[in-house]
């Protein structure tokens, strides 16, 4: 709007705005990086100054030496004037800031008008044959005091806010643009510069060096664009402080997207602490293929994992996991409990290892040499199931020893047809041909003649 309309804003709506906003902070903060990019400049000039001056004044020397010092000398008062006006605007920026708190300090707070309007229709309510209305005109006499106050406030406000925004130079009158064109292109040295390969401060384009650059493969402060080095970069591929994109390397708000190297990363292929995503490495990872501690997911390696193909300690429904404490499938270690596991102390069915209550497994699940054993047990063991081998106990009171032997229909080379005893048998009789070993041994007995097996002497009284 061309001209102020708090001027007929009612104190409740310009009470409101001007305790609503973000405060003078921004301003302040403005005012700080002003002054900063003052000192900067300044320093700049003075630096690069003193290097071209020397630099002609000693083993430079001729026309070119020349014309290079009638360039920098055009730069450096052009940063000089830079400096200047960003002391400016760093002077009036403090400057808007002090008038905002002053106008907020002289405007009616909004708890203050919404009591006013309240009490107004309180008093309204119970004006009971005019009792109320002396009160209700001093209510309102307040109300309109708090418009005047505010509506002050306000005009104080815009008049100090306009008057430091007039003392501030347009930059198009402290810019000029230094430079020299080619046939082949444009090769910019100097500020706010537009081409390609420029050098300065303000160029647009790519492969720029200076400050404020807009483009590709940019180096300086304040770039924006694709593959960019130095501060307040926003892009691709950045690397520096304060960087917006992807794959950045740095810090400002901690980084956060894909690709990121640094602390506290929430993405997708992050390396850095208290990573959050796929393919991370470090420290308290959460996703897919993360390498760490305290990882929660898939193909995990680490510690306290808890997924599917994990290698760590305290790993937890994973499945071809090696570790100790395991629960899982295919798991090899210590303390498990899965299916076709190997290592000790587990429960499961089939496994390798020691004292692990389960079928088929080995070690102190079966029964000794020569010692007494039960049908159903041994039944329950190895010798279970259909064309099935297995190792038991040779003696007990069963009839027939199962000892290397299957239940039913057993093939093979190794087989005989009759009896469904293993080994390499005739069918005349069940022992013929097997030496003996020295050791509990007994005469030839046809395939009539049932087995007294080995007992132990009955002792009497």
Same mark, same amino acid.
């Given at each position: 709007?061309?001209?102020?309309?708090?001027?007929?804003?009612?104190?409740?709506?310009?009470?409101?705005?001007?305790?609503?906003?973000?405060?003078?902070?921004?301003?302040?903060?403005?005012?700080?990086?002003?002054?900063?990019?003052?000192?900067?400049?300044?320093?700049?000039?003075?630096?690069?100054?003193?290097?071209?001056?020397?630099?002609?004044?000693?083993?430079?020397?001729?026309?070119?030496?020349?014309?290079?010092?009638?360039?920098?000398?055009?730069?450096?008062?052009?940063?000089?004037?830079?400096?200047?006006?960003?002391?400016?605007?760093?002077?009036?920026?403090?400057?808007?800031?002090?008038?905002?708190?002053?106008?907020?300090?002289?405007?009616?707070?909004?708890?203050?008008?919404?009591?006013?309007?309240?009490?107004?229709?309180?008093?309204?309510?119970?004006?009971?044959?005019?009792?109320?209305?002396?009160?209700?005109?001093?209510?309102?006499?307040?109300?309109?005091?708090?418009?005047?106050?505010?509506?002050?406030?306000?005009?104080?406000?815009?008049?100090?806010?306009?008057?430091?925004?007039?003392?501030?130079?347009?930059?198009?009158?402290?810019?000029?643009?230094?430079?020299?064109?080619?046939?082949?292109?444009?090769?910019?040295?100097?500020?706010?510069?537009? /081409?390609? $390969?420029?050098? @300065? %401060?303000?160029?647009?384009? *790519?492969? +720029?060096? #200076?400050?404020? &650059?807009? =483009?590709?493969? !940019?180096?300086?402060?304040?770039?924006?664009?694709?593959?960019?080095?130095?501060?307040?970069?926003?892009?691709?591929?950045?690397?520096?402080?304060?960087?917006?994109?992807?794959?950045?390397?740095?810090?400002?708000?901690?980084?956060?997207?894909?690709?990121?190297?640094?602390?506290?990363?929430?993405?997708?292929?992050?390396?850095?602490?208290?990573?959050?995503?796929?393919?991370?490495?470090?420290?308290?990872?959460? /996703?897919? $293929?993360?390498? @760490? %501690?305290?990882?929660?997911? *898939?193909? +995990?390696? #680490?510690?306290? &994992?808890? =997924?599917?193909? !994990?290698?760590?300690?305290?790993?937890?429904?994973?499945?071809?996991?090696?570790?100790?404490?395991?629960?899982?499938?295919?798991?090899?270690?210590?303390?498990?409990?899965?299916?076709?596991?190997?290592?000790?102390?587990?429960?499961?069915?089939?496994?390798?290892?020691?004292?692990?209550?389960?079928?088929?497994?080995?070690?102190?699940?079966?029964?000794?040499?020569?010692?007494?054993?039960?049908?159903?047990?041994?039944?329950?063991?190895?010798?279970?199931?259909?064309?099935?081998? *297995?190792?038991?106990?040779?003696?007990?009171?069963?009839?027939?020893?199962?000892?290397?032997?299957?239940?039913?229909?057993?093939?093979?080379?190794?087989?005989?047809?009759?009896?469904?005893?293993?080994?390499?048998?005739?069918?005349?009789?069940?022992?013929?041909?097997?030496?003996?070993?020295?050791?509990?041994?007994?005469?030839?007995?046809?395939?009539?003649?049932?087995?007294?097996?080995?007992?132990?002497?009955?002792?009497?009284?």
């Amino acid at each position: 709007m061309t001209s102020p309309h708090f001027a007929w804003l009612p104190p409740e709506i310009n009470s409101a705005l001007i305790y609503a906003g973000p405060g003078a902070a921004p301003l302040l903060a403005a005012a700080a990086a002003w002054d900063g990019l003052a000192e900067d400049l300044a320093s700049s000039a003075s630096s690069f100054f003193s290097v071209t001056n020397d630099l002609a004044n000693g083993s430079w020397q001729g026309a070119s030496a020349a014309a290079m010092m009638a360039v920098a000398t055009q730069y450096v008062s052009w940063l000089s004037a830079a400096a200047a006006q960003a002391e400016a605007a760093s002077s009036q920026a403090a400057a808007i800031a002090a008038a905002f708190e002053t106008a907020v300090a002289a405007t009616v707070q909004p708890a203050v008008v919404a009591a006013n309007r309240a009490l107004v229709q309180a008093l309204a309510a119970t004006d009971w044959f005019g009792f109320n209305i002396p009160a209700i005109m001093d209510t309102e006499a307040a109300y309109e005091a708090m418009w005047a106050t505010d509506v002050a406030a306000m005009f104080g406000y815009h008049a100090d806010a306009s008057s430091a925004v007039a003392q501030l130079a347009p930059w198009q009158q402290v810019l000029q643009k230094l430079g020299f064109n080619f046939a082949n292109g444009r090769m910019s040295f100097g500020p706010i510069t537009m /081409g390609n $390969s420029n050098i @300065g %401060f303000g160029n647009s384009g *790519s492969l +720029n060096v #200076g400050s404020g &650059n807009s =483009g590709n493969n !940019n180096f300086g402060l304040g770039n924006l664009g694709n593959n960019n080095f130095g501060f307040g970069n926003s892009g691709s591929n950045d690397f520096g402080i304060g960087l917006t994109g992807s794959n950045q390397i740095g810090f400002g708000g901690f980084n956060s997207g894909s690709g990121n190297i640094g602390l506290f990363n929430s993405g997708t292929g992050n390396i850095g602490f208290f990573n959050s995503g796929s393919g991370n490495f470090g420290i308290g990872n959460s /996703g897919v $293929s993360n390498t @760490g %501690f305290l990882n929660s997911g *898939s193909v +995990n390696a #680490g510690v306290l &994992n808890t =997924g599917t193909a !994990n290698t760590g300690f305290f790993q937890e429904n994973g499945l071809g996991s090696a570790e100790a404490l395991n629960s899982s499938h295919y798991m090899t270690g210590g303390v498990s409990a899965a299916n076709l596991s190997s290592g000790l102390l587990n429960s499961v069915s089939a496994s390798t290892g020691g004292l692990a209550p389960a079928a088929g497994s080995s070690l102190l699940s079966n029964a000794g040499f020569a010692a007494p054993a039960d049908a159903s047990a041994l039944a329950s063991g190895l010798e279970a199931g259909h064309a099935n081998s *297995s190792v038991s106990a040779a003696g007990g009171p069963t009839p027939t020893p199962p000892a290397l032997r299957t239940t039913t229909g057993a093939t093979g080379p190794f087989f005989a047809a009759g009896n469904a005893d293993p080994g390499v048998r005739t069918l005349t009789g069940r022992e013929s041909n097997i030496p003996s070993s020295g050791f509990f041994n007994k005469g030839e007995r046809g395939p009539d003649v049932p087995d007294p097996a080995t007992r132990e002497p009955l002792l009497t009284d």
